[in-house]
């Protein structure tokens, strides 16, 4: 009697041990899994930010994009590219107009504005553009150049950059 009780015992053991190893296995699956998605979401969002970098730095380049609102979309872009303000080393031009200009009301809050205030608004951060053009116009090159030029893009006339 006691000897089918162990081996009764021995059979549960090695269940409960084999569907111990399937759940293990089962979650090393997901993980797997898991890790490759995640992988390939965030190869899929980096290759977005950079083809809006590559489109916004050959916007402000053909002057497509002005250089205020070029500085505010790119200044979101580099500190999702790296990490959280420390694109401001390599592209110091691009932060020091984002931050001249964005505090500046845009859409329907500038819209609501007086047009008195709008057109202070307006002289006072062209006058940040024109400080900032070739430094910023210089830093979209070297963006260009790190990002390349989005397709269909090669070739169109560029804005002057002075030395």
């Known amino acids: 009697m006691l000897w089918a009780a162990t081996v009764a015992a021995g059979a549960i053991i090695v269940a409960l041990a084999a569907y ?8 090393a699956t997901q993980r797997r899994d898991r890790d490759r998605h995640n992988a390939a979401v ?7 930010r950079s083809a809006s970098i590559a489109i916004l730095a050959d916007s402000l ?3 497509e994009l002005n250089l205020s609102e070029g500085a505010i979309r790119l ?4 500190d999702h590219w790296y990490a959280p303000g420390s694109g401001q080393a390599d592209y110091p ?3 020091r ?3 001249s200009t964005c ?3 845009r859409g329907a809050e500038r819209d609501a504005r007086p047009k008195r205030e709008i057109r202070r608004l307006d002289r006072e951060r062209e006058a940040f553009e024109l400080a900032a053009r ?6 979209a090159q070297a963006l260009q150049q790190r990002f390349g030029v989005p397709p269909g893009r090669a070739g169109l006339s560029r804005l002057q950059v002075a030395p």
């Open 97 to 99: 107009l984002y931050l």
């Open 61 to 63: 380049l053909t002057g």
């Open 75 to 78: 200044k979101v872009l580099l």
């Open 42 to 48: 965030l190869a899929d969002t980096q290759a977005e």
């Open 93 to 95: 031009a691009i932060y």
């Open 134 to 139: 070739d430094a910023v116009l210089a830093e």
């Open 20 to 27: 111990a190893g399937w759940l293990w296995w089962r979650v």
């Open 103 to 105: 505090t500046m009301p």
